[in-house]
């Protein structure tokens, strides 16, 4: 933060990007989806994100006062398997990719409710906030896929964007960026 107050002007964005839901999958083992559905609802975690959501509201304020600007990309989607290792046909029986590459939107959308609400309380009590929700860029449809229609793959691994994934999204980053400096 000490960067930021002496480096910021006035007018700036200060960008928080960060994974905000529990994982379905790391680079070597998965993980129960409704193991980690209930554990996204439990008390400890319902603790973790109040806790969370206090500390980046004073954050917020401190950022305000410096007239910044703040952005905060609410949850993309998660996944079974990660695709650049299972993508190769000599991967194909990787018990890593065994649970394939879709997962269930409205089972994306409950495991990420506590957060997504979360951040809209912050939303809502700080004026220089702004939420930018691309999760229906990356999942437009019932079934989330860690592909596009096309076949190129949108997640490197689980949780993290390809280069072709960002290039999907910069369009809507674009317009998130001009809508906060107020131009076309």
Known sequence: MDIVEKKANPGD???FASLRTYR????WALFDPQSTLNKSKNAST???IFYGKEETSNLIERLDKMGVNVLIDLPKPVFNAPPFRCSDWFNQDNPICERGFYVEKSFL???MTPVVDSLKELNQKHDNLILWDNF????????CSAFDAQ???????GDHLS??????LYPDFKRVLKQIWGSS
């Open 13 to 15: 964005i200060v960008f």
């Open 163 to 168: 280069g072709h994934g960002n290039r999907v």
């Open 151 to 157: 076949g190129e793959p949108l997640f490197f691994d």
């Open 24 to 27: 379905l999958i790391d680079q």
């Open 136 to 143: 229906s860029i990356l999942c437009p449809d019932k079934k």
């Open 46 to 48: 319902i603790k973790d």
């Open 109 to 111: 959308v409950d495991m």
